[in-house]
């Protein structure tokens, strides 16, 4: 009984989520005029699949025999799930249909209605096999997929979109460069600050220091500001300087800490 | 019926438009949410890493959720502002970890376990939320990246995220090479079958480290 009711409920919650993801990823492609919603790294790692059917199915295969390890094991699905699985897997549908990324795994509309399908078929399935998966592929996922995407992620693209940001002019180069570094430090990944220093200086060059660049600037500040109190950034920075924490700063944290 | 369209982005459709941003998250936010609520019932199917979990599983077991809060709500936060700057807006930082993680352990630490507990609350409360995290983020857009013509190098970006992916065929292969020769063998074999036939080699090297894999187990450690 439990298991029909756990099942009904999958259905319902991976059509919402398969249905999101789906048209979120394909409007990352034309971000960002249109605002979208997916992450940096499914769009390297989908663009790695250049569009053939057959790449993208087994680069989601590998991340979901990961995921379905760490379900069977811990009941958590890992972020693969919306991030690579259902992404990767609803561009592989429909690729078989028409080759053309353009009118495929770009149309928000065709991944919102393939990513539904293959989210319902996935939630369904890791919400109600807790039976064993083959170990053995489970272990090649992580020990070669997982290193392969953080290198991808930490290392190659900050790197890329750097060198892209160097490239495109002297204004975005220094941004990127500033707010690269900033947000390597504080959000441990650079990507995020590279992308916000290309779109400071690239909205300079555009249009100067107008006030809709001074808000987003403002705005980009404030970014960090906020994400170096929550992360807790303040505190080790002055750690590692070797000086003494004010407890003023010190009492400020503990407000935000709820109990 | 409009297939010959698809092709010129119409910026007014549901598909594409600015309007149905705070529908999108609103929809993956229900889900999410109500993946948090079948974690909590079941033990299965919350969206997000197992250490991420771990945080609102040290809350139900009796702890404290102090730690799942604080650390979902400070991403939800910073993701919220980065996502209306670059455009796309982070699923597993603002989302997963804060819908999904943040949220949840902030109301069941002040004891209002019905939106979790409830099936039907759980979807409406996290289409209520997403709807609220999209709306804010369509209204930052509006003062900030619509008021202008300027594209701010959205040409940069979209080259510099095309070219990133070329790396991660050679890197799975590097990565293999390093799990177990025969695996790295299977990757190398697989990658070639895929450059041979004219395929991105990213996906040969997976399938054949994981055939390989199949026949010469490793193991974790």
Known sequence: MTILVILLKSILIGGLVGFAAGMGAARMFNAPTVQALGAFRTLGEMNACEGDPASHFSFGLGFFFNAWASTVGAGAFTQDVTHRVIPNWAASVLLLKDKKVENTVHNPKKMAIAGAIIGIIVVSFLNTTASAIPKSLQVTAVKVLVPAAELLINIVMPIIFWLSAIDAGRRSGLWATIFGGLSAMIMGNAVPGVVLGILIGKGVDELGWVRITKVMFGAVIVLFVLSAF?????????????????????????????? | MDEEKTMEIDKKSFWYSEWSFPILVGIMSAGVFAGTHMYFVYNVGAFNEVAIVAMLKAGMDGGS????????????????????????LDLGGSILTGVGIGIPAILLSIGWKAPITNFTLSITTGLVLGLIIGGIITLVRKYTINQSNATFGADVMMGAGNSSGRFLGPLIIISATTASIPIGIGSVIGAVIFYLWKKPIAGGAILGAMIFGAFFPVSLK
Do not use: C, W
């Not at chain 1, 505190?235 to 109990?259: A, C, D, G, R």
């Not at chain 2, 959720?65 to 796309?88: Q, T």
């Open chain 1, 230 to 259: 929550f992360r807790g950034f303040d505190i080790q920075m002055i750690e590692s300087f070797k000086l003494q924490v004010p407890s003023f700063i010190t009492n400020m944290h503990n407000v935000f800490n709820i109990k």
């Open chain 2, 65 to 88: 959720y102090g730690a799942a809060a604080a650390f979902g709500a400070s991403f939800l936060f910073a993701r919220i502002l980065e996502g209306s700057l670059v455009g796309i």
